[in-house]
T-cell receptor, first 111, second 111 residues
Framework: GQQVMQIPQYQHVQEGEDFTTYCNSSTTLSNIQWYKQRPGGHPVFLIQLVKSGEVKKQKRLTFQFGEAKKNSSLHITATQTTDVGTYFCAGRQGGSEKLVFGKGTKLTVNP | KAGVTQTPRYLIKTRGQQVTLSCSPISGHRSVSWYQQTPGQGLQFLFEYFSETQRNKGNFPGRFSGRQFSNSRSEMNVSTLELGDSALYLC??????????FGEGSWLTVV
């Protein structure tokens, strides 16, 4: 079945450092979504990427979708303590409504 | 527009008991999916309902079941509870092909 691998599992950074999490799928995805879950909270939708090679930015966050639509990345520039949480990617295989989540990357930021 | 509402938020059950969790989706959303979240396994897909029909199912034993009503509200049931069923159970609703919106979850502790 479809699998979405996400690395790293954990990332500790000093405030001001950059952070990147990567997602790889075993199959081509129709789209990929990113979610953030704060400690004790529920996942909250950040963004959806649909097109091959697509790049989207939200302030200090940059999202990329690979040319083959099998991988994606989320990059945070100059992390802040408010960035703390777990970041999940989730992808849909073409033609399926089922959303498959990566296991997430837990980000901690030391002030 | 009200978000996804899950009840109860917290509950404690004894091994062998059963539990029913409820989810009210965002108004107009006909797709409801359920996820189990544990520290070790991340977000695992349980099942998805659309227009009262189960459309997708994850790899959980038959003790986990669900249903959806004509008003799109959904319930999931876990029978013969085991200690390993302790988790955050998240419900999410969506319009077809679109992003999913999570509820705050139901924290289940089995003792």
């Amino acid at each position: 079945g479809q699998q979405v691998m996400q690395i790293p599992q954990y990332q500790h950074v000093q405030e001001g450092e950059d952070f990147t999490t990567y997602c790889n799928s075993s199959t081509t995805l129709s789209n990929i979504q990113w979610y953030k879950q704060r400690p004790g909270g529920h996942p909250v939708f950040l963004i959806q990427l649909v097109k091959s090679g697509e790049v989207k930015k939200q302030k200090r966050l940059t999202f990329q979708f690979g040319e083959a639509k099998k991988n994606s990345s989320l990059h945070i520039t100059a992390t802040q303590t408010t960035d703390v949480g777990t970041y999940f990617c989730a992808g849909r295989q073409g033609g399926s409504e089922k959303l498959v989540f990566g296991k997430g990357t837990k980000l901690t930021v030391n002030p | 527009k009200a978000g996804v509402t899950q009840t109860p938020r917290y509950l404690i059950k004894t091994r062998g008991q059963q539990v029913t969790l409820s989810c009210s989706p965002i108004s107009g959303h006909r797709s409801v999916s359920w996820y189990q979240q544990t520290p070790g396994q991340g977000l695992q897909f349980l099942f998805e309902y659309f227009s009262e029909t189960q459309r997708n199912k994850g790899n959980f034993p038959g003790r986990f079941s669900g249903r959806q009503f004509s008003n799109s509200r959904s319930e999931m049931n876990v029978s013969t509870l085991e200690l390993g069923d302790s988790a955050l159970y998240l419900c999410a609703s969506s319009a077809p092909g679109n992003t999913i919106y999570f509820g705050e979850g139901s924290w289940l502790t089995v003792v």
